[in-house]
């Protein structure tokens, strides 16, 4: 281990003028990864080998395939059968529409494991509708990138696979899904409860009522949608096939309900859904690749150590590191993407969580929230520009939109910090 200050300086300095100058970021890890080896005099090769290592782990196959089955499944129709079902359930009351897309948001969160497929998936579909139906647009695309980040938590989520890699591999992928289940809930449940009492202290419309004939055939529809995520988790906990095995398997089911069963995917439809897939899977695991390299400078100038003493040395409460924790990731989310992020902070922040007796389980879920928040803030958030996008008003108003949301969601962040039962029971009753 290497303890060099300007070593340190030179592996921050390089990547944040990176960032300022919009190098992409995974570009921006390697440049700076490259810059600190040449000065510290270490062989070339070994940036090449960190980043080549990164990329041989069986469990990072899941992402490629988890990827894949949100494409298939989003040009396949779930969303307006999902978007039916939970019209079904729920679009009768004051203020229907907006608590059909928190619902919507939470059935396809179990599909896609995508703030940002969630928001632009489901958004382009309620956005224009709650307008129409006389909600305001700032109103109406709050709820919907508010509700969409109920998709970082909700298995199957492809970040806690990046999470359980950047940890070095020690955390189950499969507790991990246990572990957010219940959180998501929770966190779709504070945001009906907070989208009702809105509806009603602004009087916004009921929906219309569903024909009685008619529910049978949305209820089949919407739970072939729904059958992609309990046959992922069912898997997973029975052990007929591991988390990575289970995203091939999603993708098998997804192909089968989008050409069979719906009929909307088509074998051209089918060719534009591979090419998105690979541009994404591309980007990710460059990404992936070049945070392996970053981190193992990290690791070699011994800076998780150095920030464990320094959080540990300004308190030893538990309560104040980590609370501490959660303003630096929120602070942080607000201006880096999240994939990323949880890339470079987790080998630097998981030391400090566990030095106070967090279990990495609880770290990884509380690290989701709080960067799916970050995709709400600006100046980086990019499922708040997704949404202001669909509903067409500025990057200030759909803050504005988003701002009463906030508080459900920080109230849930808090109880994953400082309740373990909240993301332990239910991976621990699960045996894992």
């Not at 529910?215 to 309990?230: D, F, S």
């Not at 990290?298 to 303003?327: E, Q």
């Not at 949404?387 to 108003?397: C, F, K, P, Q």
Request: hydrophobic share 55%; aromatic share 6%.
């Amino acid at each position: 281990m290497i303890n060099d200050p300007l070593g340190v300086l030179l592996l921050v300095g390089v990547f944040a003028v990176a960032l300022v100058l919009r190098v992409p970021i995974a570009l921006g890890l390697a440049l700076a990864s490259l810059s600190t080896l040449l000065y510290l005099g270490i062989p070339l090769p070994v940036v090449g080998q960190q980043m080549i290592n990164q990329l041989l782990t069986f469990p990072l196959l899941a992402i490629p395939f988890f990827i894949l089955a949100g494409e298939i499944m989003s040009a396949g129709g779930i969303t307006r059968r999902l978007i039916d079902l939970a019209n079904l359930l729920i679009g009768r009351m004051r203020g229907g529409m907006a608590m059909l897309n928190v619902v919507a948001s939470s059935f396809f969160g179990g599909i896609s494991g995508s703030a940002v497929a969630d928001t632009s998936s489901v958004g382009s579909v309620m956005i224009p509708i709650m307008k129409r139906s006389g909600y305001d647009a700032r109103f109406s695309v709050g709820v919907t990138i508010s509700s969409a980040i109920q998709g970082v938590l909700i298995p199957p989520s492809h970040n806690v696979i990046m999470y359980a890699l950047a940890a070095g591999g020690s955390v189950s992928i499969g507790a991990l899904f246990m572990a957010g289940l219940l959180p998501g809930l929770l966190l779709g449940v504070a945001l009906l409860v907070l989208t009702y009492a809105l509806a009603r202290w602004r009087r916004y419309p009921k929906g219309e009522r569903i024909p009685l004939r008619d529910a049978p055939k949305i209820v089949w529809q919407g739970l072939l949608g729904l059958l992609t995520p309990l046959i992922i988790i069912g898997g997973v906990i029975t052990g007929v096939f591991t988390a990575t095995e289970s995203s091939a398997i999603a993708c098998v089911w997804a192909l089968l309900v989008g050409l069979v069963f719906y009929r909307e995917l088509t074998p051209k439809g089918l060719i534009g859904v591979l090419s998105r897939a690979m541009l994404t899977l591309s980007s990710v695991l460059f990404l992936i690749a070049s945070a392996g390299a970053f981190g193992y400078m990290l690791t070699t100038l011994r800076i998780p150590a150095a920030l464990t003493n320094a959080l540990t040395s300004f308190s030893d409460n538990p309560i104040v590191v980590l609370l501490l924790i959660n303003l630096m990731l929120l602070a942080l989310g607000a201006i880096m993407d999240m994939a990323p992020l949880i890339l470079i902070t987790t080998p630097i922040l998981l030391p400090v969580a566990e030095s106070v007796g967090m279990d990495p389980i609880q770290f990884g879920i509380m690290l989701m929230l709080n960067l799916g928040l970050g995709l709400l803030t600006p100046p980086v958030g990019g499922v708040l520009f997704v949404g202001s996008a669909i509903g067409r008003i500025t990057i200030e108003d759909a803050t504005r939109g988003t701002l009463p949301f906030y508080a459900p969601m920080l109230v849930v962040l808090l109880g994953i910090t400082f309740i373990p039962a909240l993301t332990l029971w239910l991976p621990t009753v699960m045996g894992f």
